[in-house]
């Protein structure tokens, strides 16, 4: 089969590899598509915290069942187009035991730390698998990062009583603005990029702000009747906006980090106890992909246009380095591997 291997920073190569086999507990499927996001960008350029070569990439994904291994007895079988969490956990740890799998202390991430779905099959844990249903391949592979988006409004503890600010209006921060207004919470989205704001009203956000031409603090105060946010999503990495979000949010307001980087960041600590903010991390999502696949389901249409852009399998590479070169046309970029999208 081929796979996609990036041997080093901004370099990928496809070659041909033996077969998977599939041992008991697992399952090989047929890759379809894999959506790329801003972790591949970043994995692929070596800025990424996570990165290391050489690696094959690749979390976001759909495809069809080949073989399932000796001993399943489940609900999945050869031929269902499926999703996968695309991790492996240890099972023992602190955050195993709690139910919090997802930020297990010896994570295995698909495309970050064992080989991922840039490959025409790949084998994965039984327990991950889930079926797809109608869903064509391409919406399908959409399920992991509105899945990442609902862990984040989870965290947030948001309620449809709540005010909620999505900083950044790339996958993850429209995946978390589709989530909360599905919720019935009221969302202002904050980016630079006027087609991704576009993209947040069309998934239900009530106000958009571009922050290169508005002053987002003054934006959401009028927005909240000078309350500010009762649940602020930091969907970005950027240090300056994690320290912003403190200005943004309300007293007794609570703050999700959900964006990745390997920068420091800095906080007011006089408003971190004046306000009594409670602070979020978000990592993956647990429990989710049911609900994510249904949300999807109800919102296929409204999600269709979020692809941007298709390249195959031998274009990995420059489809990544597309969308690292024009930022402003991407929104998300897959990758058809086989089957019919």
């Not at 990036?6 to 190569?13: C, D, E, Q, R, Y």
């Not at 492996?88 to 997802?102: F, I, K, L, P, W």
């Not at 920068?263 to 609900?291: M, Q, T, W």
Request: charged share 20%.
């Amino acid at each position: 089969m081929r796979q996609a291997v990036t041997t080093a920073p901004g370099v990928m190569t496809v070659h041909e590899v033996d077969e998977p086999v599939c041992p008991p507990g697992r399952i090989r499927i047929g890759v379809e598509i894999v959506g790329l996001c801003g972790s591949d960008y970043h994995l692929f350029s070596g800025a990424h915290p996570y990165a290391r070569f050489p690696q094959t990439q690749g979390h976001e994904f759909s495809g069809r069942v080949l073989e399932v291994g000796p001993g399943y007895v489940g609900p999945v079988a050869a031929g269902d187009r499926v999703v996968v969490e695309p991790f492996v956990e240890c099972g023992t740890c602190v955050a195993c035991r709690a139910g919090r799998s997802n930020c297990c202390s010896t994570l295995q991430v698909m495309g970050g730390h064992i080989s991922g779905a840039l490959a025409e099959q790949v084998v994965v844990p039984a327990e991950h698998v889930y079926q797809a249903g109608a869903l064509a391949a391409d919406i399908a592979a959409l399920v992991e990062p509105i899945s990442i988006g609902m862990q984040a409004v989870r965290r947030g503890q948001v309620t449809s009583e709540d005010r909620v600010v999505v900083l950044g209006a790339g996958p993850v921060g429209l995946a978390a603005t589709l989530s909360a207004a599905d919720i019935g919470a009221q969302v202002l989205v904050v980016d630079r990029v006027a087609s991704r704001l576009e993209n947040a009203r069309n998934l239900g956000a009530e106000r958009v702000v571009d922050n290169s031409r508005v002053d987002v603090r003054a934006a959401v105060a009028e927005w909240t009747a000078g309350d500010g946010a009762g649940v602020v999503v930091e969907a970005t990495g950027v240090p300056a906006l994690v320290r912003e979000s403190f200005e943004l949010v309300c007293a007794s307001g609570r703050i999700v980090v959900v964006g990745i980087s390997g920068a420091e960041a800095s906080i007011p600590v006089i408003e971190f106890s004046r306000k009594e903010v409670s602070v979020y991390g978000s990592r993956n999502s647990v429990g989710l992909f049911p609900d994510a696949i249904d949300l999807v389901e109800r919102n296929a249409a409204r999600l269709a246009p979020l692809i941007t852009h298709r390249f195959e399998l031998d274009r990995v590479g420059e489809a990544i380095a597309f969308a690292l070169n024009n930022p402003d046309q991407v929104e998300k970029v897959v990758i058809e591997i086989g089957g019919n999208p």
